[in-house]
């Protein structure tokens, strides 16, 4: 306990300082990620993109990021284990987020997509593993999150081949394809904003304590999803077919239509990608807050401060400001080529993916989902489309992501009992 009264603003600087650094990896990471697909299909530029990102993250982490987090990670250590020695749990944080946002440094410099999650979860396990030893990990859980590895990607593949394979017949396989495109597209503007609605309500405003169940959720996401049909309707309308010659693909008109879409997909995903990951960074500084606050008693949540969020929320813009170029290149060029109406069925795919995740309450990474998806658009054009290395490339990185967070961790931690004692 002195060890905390006597170090106490220290502790909340660095918590500050690491939880900011790794707001900062999830913006240049995650979120660059969550855009790589509007931006690689060219229906937004790299600074529409940031522009979007910077107004719907911070709305999502401030708006819906989390009255209480889980500073506890998921389940993956056991809380009452710490109570005799509540230091080891803020040196555990402090070198959890410094770890995770290490990595996701490396990472985002060498253009990987990888798993913010995994990358904190990691990092957990590793202090865990260093601190309190091999029993005080939640194992089971660990081993959902790892298998998480090749479900949701294969989920988010499939769903996105199935979609892209449907647009290929009915509209591009279609006599006249711009006429087909006005005919059909409304009815995926409304699985867009059922699938969108469903993520924000489930997986974003949970946070906010409303628990409306999933009958009610699902009711107002389809009304905002027909809402959204009408306005997709009426804007699709305004979009003319344009010149054959001076198209690249043959179908200027149709992929014009899908670009228009494309915003509302990169706006509302920004949205729930804010709501929902910020929770990364701002779990561990809530938690040593709360130790540090509460004169070492530690609880399984706390509330997280206002400013923790915008915290949190600042952090993630200026990642991708700062950084975020490399890995969108990588998951809006380096997989595979995205036009309008690709990005649109990957975008789509990944949406309905953490809406069954959420409903059956699967563990996935919004970055495997996404990158799973972009594959099976690719995928659906043949394996000549597919760019093999740069797979292999982020298949290396996803599985080496759970051991660097824990190593470096463990580094980390033992580098503050040693400063602090």
């Known amino acids: 306990?002195?060890?905390?009264?006597?170090?106490?603003?220290?502790?909340?600087?660095?918590?500050?300082?690491?939880?900011?650094?790794?707001?900062?990896?999830?913006?240049?990471?995650?979120?660059?990620?969550?855009?790589g697909t509007s931006v690689g299909s060219r229906a937004i530029t790299i600074k529409q993109a940031i522009f979007i990102a910077v107004i719907f993250e911070f709305l999502g982490a401030w708006l819906a990021g989390g009255e209480v987090t889980q500073t506890i990670r998921k389940g993956i250590i056991d809380p009452a284990s710490l109570q005799n020695d509540p230091q080891l749990l803020i040196y555990g944080m402090l070198a959890s987020l410094l770890a995770a946002g290490t990595w996701l440094l490396v990472a985002s410099m060498k253009g990987w997509?990888?798993?913010?999650?995994?990358?904190?979860?990691?990092?957990?396990?590793?202090?865990?593993?260093?601190?309190?030893?091999?029993?005080?990990v939640g194992w089971a859980k660990v081993g959902q999150i790892a298998a998480s590895w090749v479900v949701s990607p294969l989920l988010s593949g499939v769903i996105a081949f199935t979609l892209f394979k449907s647009v290929q017949h009915?509209?591009?396989?279609?006599?006249?394809?711009?006429?087909?495109?006005?005919?059909?597209?409304?009815?995926?503007?409304?699985?867009?904003?059922f699938a969108i609605c469903m993520v924000t309500l489930t997986k974003g405003l949970k946070h906010l304590g409303l628990n409306l169940g999933f009958g009610t959720n699902f009711l107002l996401s389809l009304l905002f999803g027909l809402g959204m049909m009408a306005l997709g309707g009426w804007m699709e309308r305004?979009?003319?077919?344009?010149?054959?010659?001076?198209?690249?693909?043959?179908f200027t008109g149709v992929e014009r239509v899908f670009g228009v879409l494309m915003i509302f997909t990169a706006c509302a995903m920004?949205?729930?990608?804010?709501?929902?990951?910020?929770?990364?960074?701002?779990?561990?500084?809530?938690?040593?807050?709360?130790?540090?606050?509460?004169?070492?008693?530690?609880?399984?949540?706390a509330l997280v401060p206002w400013w923790v969020l915008v915290l949190g929320g600042g952090g993630i813009v200026v990642g991708l400001v700062t950084y975020g170029h490399k890995v969108i290149a990588t998951v809006g060029t380096g997989i595979t080529e995205l036009t309008p109406s690709r990005g649109?069925?990957?975008?789509?795919?990944?949406?309905?993916?953490?809406?069954?995740?959420?409903?059956?309450g699967l563990p996935i990474s919004t970055t495997h989902t996404l990158v799973g998806a972009v594959l099976g658009v690719g995928l659906a054009r043949g394996m000549a489309a597919l760019n093999l290395r740069v797979i292999?490339?982020?298949?290396?990185?996803?599985?080496?992501?759970?051991p660097a967070g824990a190593g470096l961790a463990i580094l980390f931690f033992f580098m503050f009992k040693g400063i602090f004692g």
């Open 392 to 402: 292999g490339t982020i298949a290396m990185s996803w599985l080496i992501t759970l």
């Open 1 to 35: 306990m002195s060890i905390i009264a006597e170090h106490a603003n220290t502790f909340i600087i660095l918590a500050c300082l690491f939880g900011f650094f790794m707001a900062w990896g999830v913006g240049a990471n995650d979120v660059a990620n969550a855009m």
């Open 170 to 193: 009915l509209i591009f396989e279609a006599k006249d394809p711009f006429a087909a495109a006005k005919r059909y597209v409304p009815f995926y503007v409304l699985l867009v904003g």
């Open 238 to 250: 305004r979009v003319q077919a344009g010149s054959r010659q001076s198209d690249h693909f043959g």
């Open 113 to 136: 997509p990888v798993s913010t999650t995994h990358s904190i979860v990691g990092a957990i396990v590793g202090f865990a593993l260093a601190g309190l030893g091999i029993d005080a």
């Open 344 to 360: 649109f069925a990957a975008t789509l795919a990944a949406a309905l993916t953490v809406v069954l995740a959420s409903g059956t």
């Open 270 to 301: 920004a949205f729930a990608h804010g709501s929902n990951d910020v929770a990364n960074a701002v779990g561990p500084l809530a938690a040593v807050i709360s130790v540090v606050e509460h004169g070492g008693t530690i609880g399984a949540s």
